[in-house]
């Protein structure tokens, strides 16, 4: 299986201030079609889970361009350019490259200092 | 708009059953694999099972094999999951998504099973 490792686990940042949050894999995520299934997901409290990036670094409708995601291989990234309040949550990657069992990665809790 | 609307869950005693559904709208359901993910108390997020578009190829993970099947309607746009033996550690909210590893843009709102004497 392919494991997900989050970093940090917890991030406390003032708002207005950057934030970042690595994720890394076991194995590459580059598919046999070229494309790189790496996706990152926002929950925030008491919600469904929201996808924020589809395939490394492309935003989803509606998601503000304050997000931003890169990375390739094993190694990814995602970033908050000025961090709002409406940013709290628990944040999660996803490889979506290995099948039968695509796994997430353990989450990332962002909150207000 | 694409809609997932889910029903189904609640409390149940260890060993019982129950049986979720979520009704998708506004896309092709017919057109899209399907997925139950679940997020105990607490934690992080875990994928249950998916299904293809045709309903011919299904996983499960190995922590709910032999206990839980997922089926789908797709005249009436419909994604279930019957979960029987039901532990302890299957308590959670469960979720239906949209697709599988390309895709999930879409979830339901969840819905909380827990198994407790």
């Known amino acids: 299986d392919v494991v997900m490792t989050q970093s940090p686990l917890s991030l406390s940042v003032t708002l207005g201030q950057p934030a970042s949050i690595s994720c890394r894999s076991s194995?590459?995520?580059?598919?046999?079609?070229?494309?790189?299934?790496l996706h990152w997901f926002q929950q925030r409290p008491g919600q469904s889970p929201r996808r924020l990036i589809y395939?490394?670094?492309n935003r989803d409708s509606g998601v503000p361009d304050r997000f931003s995601g890169s990375g390739s291989g094993t190694d990814f990234t995602l970033k908050i350019s000025r961090v709002e309040a409406e940013d709290v949550g628990v944040y999660y990657c996803m490889q979506g490259t290995h099948w039968p069992l695509y796994t997430f990665g353990q989450g990332t809790k962002l909150e207000i200092k | 708009q694409v809609q997932l609307v889910q029903s189904g869950g609640g409390l149940v005693k260890p060993g019982g059953s129950l049986r979720l559904s979520c009704a998708a709208s506004?896309?092709?359901?017919?057109?899209?694999?399907m997925s139950w993910i679940r997020q105990a108390p607490g934690k992080g997020l875990e994928w249950v099972s998916y299904?293809?578009?045709?309903?011919?190829?299904?996983y499960y993970a190995d922590s709910v094999k032999g206990r839980f099947t997922i089926s789908r309607d797709n005249a009436k746009n419909s994604l279930f999951l019957q979960m029987n033996s039901l532990r302890a550690e299957d308590t959670a909210v469960y979720y239906c998504?949209?697709?599988?590893?390309?895709?999930?843009?879409?979830w339901g709102q969840g819905t909380l099973v827990t198994v407790s004497s």
């Open positions: 506004g896309f092709t359901f017919s057109d899209h694999y």
């Open positions: 299904i293809s578009n045709s309903g011919s190829n299904i």
């Open positions: 998504a949209r697709g599988v590893g390309a895709d999930l843009g879409y």
């Open positions: 395939k490394v670094s």
């Open positions: 194995q590459s995520l580059v598919y046999s079609d070229g494309n790189t299934y």
